[in-house]
């Protein structure tokens, strides 16, 4: 399956711009400099503010189904990561840590001194890092059907076990055969394997990764595939896996973070896993189910996010 351009009217359909423009509410797309790096980010809405922080292989988009309904009560700000879609894909600074000095800056940049975040996948790992680094800056945060990296992922095995699911079901937490997390680590050949065949990979994450894989239709599909369609890309998003060794060392340095703490899993995914590790990582700590889910719930179970996050956040 090729990653060629779409034609000019397709292409245009899915600039940041046109997405931004096609949600319900009056919703912009921006970039601002900030930390040394530009960083892409949409806003809508009024009230507290409320950043949104995605993950691999996506973009602010993942958010599209739960954005408008969140504006009506928030200021809402999804932002594009360090090596995002839109924003740069700088040599290095992908460390968490760093990650979320991009976010504060950011948020001091709009005129913020407190914001409240959710963030899922790699945006779960930047929103406790954020938590961790930046109290004074922290209303509260919702993590995603992940957790920050500690001690426990580099025990991770590069064999399945004998009984684990290696494709086609979906198994939760560390049973979960991460085996793009060894991939990711390799400098310049996923460059090279991807060139040109970026949909094989979104499609066999979704396919696999998602209760019901319809529910990442194909237009989000396109979006994810133009904008992993480059080498900077593909390294970029990478490098958010190569650092993980650095977030490692960070995280034992954090004590449990005082601000309140939602983290939604799938029940098909990593609500188990959440469930016994979240109550170690913070002080005021709430696990939620979200049942009929996989891994990618803003997108699977858009209705459920917005009603924990709205009583969550208040």
Known sequence: ???????????????????????????????????GVRLHYVE???GEPLFLLGGWPQTWWQWHKVMPALARRYRVIAVDLRGMGGSAQPADGYDKKTMARDIRELARLLGLDAIHIAGHDIGAMVAYAFAANHPEATLK??????PHPDRGWADMGLLPEPDQHVEGVIEAGPRSYLWWFAFNQVRGLPEQLLDGRTRLLVDWLFDRQAKDPADIDEHSRQVYTRAYSTADAIRAGNDWYRTFNRDIADAATYAPVDAPILALGGDESNYAYLRDLMPTKGTDVRVVRVDACGHYVPEEQPQAVIDELVAFLG
């Not at 899915?14 to 400099?33: N, Y």
């Open 141 to 146: 945060i919702s993590l995603l059907d992940v």
């Open 44 to 46: 809508g809405g009024a």
């Open 1 to 35: 399956m090729s990653d060629a351009l779409p034609t000019a009217p397709l292409f245009d359909a899915l600039s940041d711009a046109a997405l931004a423009r096609s949600l319900d509410g009056d919703f912009t797309s921006h970039h601002a400099h900030v930390n």
